[in-house]
């Protein structure tokens, strides 16, 4: 079968499941492949469970039907390869919606500034948006399928680690507007370098100049001015930011840190001589950093017509559940949680931020950032200066990276580090820690790759 006739297909039995363990009845079982997994060595069973067909890259599966009493052959379809078959069908379906589809990628902050955007949109449509870290080339194509004719609109995240990646999601999610939040130094042991890093998020643009649609842009954000001028002239480019320049449709500006942060916003329109009042508002959101996604919702809402009084109602309504930017107060601490990814970019915005923070005393959990490759080490001993700087009251660093930055760092004071930096080898060690110190009374930042666990420690303290 070819991509048309797989779709009509899919019309006939609109349900996917890549589980067979979740097989409804008269459902198409699509045979996913992954490190520690073979699905194709479950197509039968999914047969047998109750989906109407089965969809195969083994050719050698037929054979195993042969001696399958009640189960037709024809009930197996064989293809190149699964996975591009999973997006081929998503892409077709999703070319039946003739919706805004809004797509986003950045190194820091997309899945905050995706539920920003879902939740300014929501206040007068019907959203459909990226559900947890489904943002890969399976999550993408699954968040696809969601799609239905009660959405006015979608949002799409789309994560990436190595080179080509976002130009395949793009290709299947087929985005007629979006954004990169930001560029920064992660995932280089897939990317290379930090070039590699421009090369892949860039390909979002690349897409959307390529069709003409329309791009929002951080105005003062160097790497992504760069990136733009590199592809030339694009056909409409709304751009928000803090600074003054006269072509930036939304300005805004940080009022305090203390510790959620509050900030003010305008429509400004240089052209037109034509400033807006200045607007207030407070979050629930941590970190000065989040003005930049809070500016690129206000943008997107107001492209779509989202009223003023509304967008903030929903800025001002969102609070965070997901690990990101969170502020949990507990029986005894002040805990500001953001353990669900870490670079050096945001590692550092995360710790500037909190230097900021009038609160004390300041305590740091910081677990170690994962796949940065040759500069690992480099990039963990700039976080240890950074806090050296800081002068936190208690610092605990978590993982083997900070275990050896802190062992080459040369010019490390050993005696601060004794008496206020700690070194951990791991979570576990973290939790016994906690057992016997018992810190009270504290505001505590916790941020780390989500490979450090660290998203444990919340309920301990």
Not at 19 to 48: H, M, W
């Amino acid at each position: 079968m070819n991509i048309k006739e797989l779709y009509q297909l899919y019309l006939s039995h609109p349900c996917i499941t890549t589980d067979s363990r979740n097989c409804p009845e008269g459902s198409i079982f699509l045979a996913l492949k992954g490190a520690s997994f073979n699905g194709n060595q479950f197509a039968v069973q999914a047969l047998e469970q109750g989906c109407a067909y089965a969809i195969v890259d083994e050719p050698d599966i037929t054979e195993s039907l042969k001696n399958k009493e009640g189960i037709d052959n024809n009930r197996l379809i064989l293809v190149d390869d699964c996975l591009q078959t999973f997006k081929d069908l998503a892409r077709e379906y999703r070319r039946h919606f003739n919706i805004p589809v809004i797509g986003i990628t950045g190194t820091n902050g997309k899945t905050t500034t995706k539920e920003l955007i879902r939740s300014v949109l929501a206040e007068c449509y019907s959203v459909m948006a990226t559900e947890g870290n489904f943002n890969n080339d399976v999550g993408v194509p699954k968040t696809l399928f969601r799609l239905s004719d009660d959405h006015d609109i979608a949002v799409v995240e789309m994560g990436a680690s190595h080179p080509g990646d976002i130009k395949t999601l793009v290709e299947t999610a087929e985005p007629n507007c979006g954004l990169i939040t930001n560029v920064g130094r992660a995932h280089l042991q897939g990317f290379g370098s930090f070039e590699g890093v421009c090369k892949t998020k860039g390909e979002l643009y690349d897409f959307l100049v390529s069709h003409n649609c329309p791009i929002f842009v951080n105005r003062d954000n160097e790497h992504l001015m760069q990136m733009m001028k590199e592809r030339g002239d694009a056909p409409d480019v709304y751009y928000y930011g803090q600074s003054d320049s006269p072509d930036i449709l939304i300005r805004g500006e940080v009022i305090s840190c203390a510790p959620f942060l509050k900030f003010r916003w305008r429509e400004q329109d240089a052209d037109a001589g034509y400033t807006s009042e200045w607007f207030t508002v407070q979050t629930h959101l941590i970190g000065a950093y989040n003005l930049d996604n809070m500016l690129a919702a206000i943008t997107i809402g107001y492209v779509n017509n989202i009223p003023f009084e509304q967008i903030n109602h929903a800025l001002e309504n969102y609070v965070p559940t997901n690990n990101r930017s969170q502020l949990t107060e507990t029986e005894k601490n002040h805990l500001i949680v953001d353990a669900y990814n870490a670079n050096p970019t945001s590692m550092k915005a995360a710790i500037d931020n909190f230097r900021m923070m009038e609160v004390s005393p300041k305590m740091a959990i910081l677990g170690m950032m994962g796949e940065l490759g040759d500069v690992s080490q480099e990039e963990h001993q700039k976080i240890i200066a950074l806090l050296e700087e800081a002068h936190f009251d208690e610092v605990w660093l978590v993982g083997a990276e900070f275990q050896k930055a802190v062992s080459h760092q040369s010019s490390l004071n050993v005696q601060h580090l004794t008496s206020n930096i700690r070194v951990f080898d791991n979570v576990d060690e973290v939790k016994a820690a906690i057992a016997q110190k018992q810190p009270q009374g504290r505001y505590i930042l916790i941020k780390g790759s989500n490979s450090t666990r660290l998203y444990e420690l919340p309920p301990l303290l």
